[in-house]
């Protein structure tokens, strides 16, 4: 599969107008996405589970325009117009339109909302991004004669990934692949997959708990970050560790093995915090309390012989995993020994979801 498969055949439909609503979830990478080429494209593959409950729904109004010579939007969050949003978007729309050539001839009116508090820290561009090119693609459907659901879900995720790297692993299955990979059939650079193998029932239902130790602006964004691994001194032997950990986490998804799993995630997570430690310039987005989570787990883990594990994003929030039969023991050790480093003692109960869905 290349770009230009993504470029559309003749519409052969006409509509007017109509509206479309998705909803989408956030993801949490097991093994990260950092770093990319040019046009989006990974620098390694990545593996998430999808999330449950941290979604964002988005609206897509559209109607025909007079002219088709610009793009024309009005975007509101929660509704409260956010003209602050419009320039990523209209970024968005300027990467896909060779892909959608229908984007100037209509003018659409973007409602989103998000079920985790906009400054939660969280980011919201995974599930804003997939939700928003679901909506798009509702509407070529439309446009077209025929879609296949295969068709239709991968170019979506092809979409999103232009909008935010991370959202084209926030369509469909729990654990999902971006990047391609020689063991992992049909994974690819320009979209997500539906991780293909079989999953250990261990996994079922994995817990994710969010806490959030840091409820402001990222101040450093993604995308600076990721520009930051070009001329990184260790670039190139991340990208292959983390090849070869997508290789390892085969085996451990289909043997169960938690403990292998806690290492690999683990380790993930702290590498991509090095990189960005040990990059020019350098930054550090974990706090204090990150760390002090991060040693209580640890300390936990050892004295209860638990599995759960902590990951994190680009940020000071801390996903804490783990199965779904310790999750009554773990909220009681989250009340007792970590709500206290959560700012304004917020965390957020998720788990392992199945993708977005149509409303
Ligand atoms: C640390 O997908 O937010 O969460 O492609 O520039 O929008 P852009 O970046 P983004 O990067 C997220 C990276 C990560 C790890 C991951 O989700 O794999």
Known sequence: MVEENFIPKKYTNSIENGSFTWSSPSNIALVKYWGKKEHQIPENPSISFTLNHCKTTTKVGFSKKEDADNFSFDIFLDNEKKDDFKPKIETFFKRIEIYLPFLKAYHFKIETSNTFPHSSGIASSASGMSALALCLMSVEKELLQDVSEENFTKKA???????????????????????????????????????????????????????????????VSSTIGHNLMHGHPFAQERFKQANKNLSDMISILKDGDLDKFIALVESEALTLHAMMMTSMPYFILMKPNTLKIINKIWTYREVSGSKVCFTLDAGANVHMLYPENEAENIQEFIKSELVTYCQKDEYINDKIGFGAKLL
């Open 157 to 219: 995720s092809f979409l999103a990934r232009l909008g935010s790297g991370s959202a084209c692993r926030s369509l469909e299955g729990d654990l999902v692949v971006w990047g391609s990979h020689e063991a992992i059939e049909g994974s690819s650079d320009l979209f997500g997959v539906k991780y293909p193998y079989q999953v250990h029932p261990n996994f079922k239902n994995y817990q994710d708990t969010i806490l959030l130790v840091d409820k402001g602006e990222k101040q």
